[in-house]
């Protein structure tokens, strides 16, 4: 994954997780959609620390 497309999916799932914080706040789904979005983000941090190791 080029580092472009992973910065622009990290904005997009930061965003998304904020918004819907703001939009729907203390409900079920938006529980259910922190919870993924923030998989999301930290699978994305994970896979950018793997990929830095691997390159050096």
Do not use: D, K
Request: no cysteine; net charge positive; aromatic share 12%.
């Amino acid at each position: 994954m080029s580092a472009g497309a992973r910065w622009t999916l990290f904005v997009m799932l930061l965003t998304v997780n904020v918004v819907y914080q703001f939009a729907y706040p203390n409900t079920w789904h938006q529980i259910v959609v922190s919870s993924l979005t923030g998989l999301g983000l930290v699978g994305l941090l994970i896979e950018y620390l793997a990929r830095g190791r691997r390159e050096r």
